[in-house]
C-alpha cells in the first residue's frame, strides 16, 4: 500500500502497516481503516489504496488502486 501523508483534521486514519501479505492461494484482504465522526459540517474525504511492488514471483491484477470516499454525515 501507498503511504499518505494525512492531516490531522480529516475523518479516518491509515495507522496501517506498508506491506501486506498474501499467503499462497489468497485473493483478497481486508484493511481496517477507523472512521472518526464529529460533528463539523464538512465536504466529502478521499483517499487511494494502491497495491505495488510484489515481491517473490508475485504478480498484481488489473485493478491496483481503488479510491475510498467517506461520505460526509457529520453536523447532521
Known amino acids: 500500500m501507498k503511504r499518505q501523508h494525512i492531516k490531522s483534521n480529516l475523518d479516518f ?3 496501517v ?3 501486506l501479505v498474501f499467503e499462497h ?3 483478497s ?7 472518526m465522526n464529529d460533528l463539523e ?3 466529502d474525504e478521499s483517499f487511494a489504496v494502491e497495491l505495488y511492488n510484489p515481491t517473490e514471483g508475485a504478480q498484481l491484477g488489473k485493478h491496483v ?3 475510498v470516499t ?3 454525515d ?3
Open 13 to 15: 486514519s491509515l495507522a
Open 17 to 19: 502497516n506498508n506491506e
Open 25 to 27: 492461494g489468497e485473493i
Open 29 to 35: 484482504k481486508v484493511i481496517a481503516i477507523p472512521i
Open 41 to 43: 459540517a464538512e465536504k
Open 65 to 67: 488502486k481503488t479510491v
Open 70 to 72: 467517506i461520505i460526509n
Open 74 to 76: 457529520d453536523g447532521r
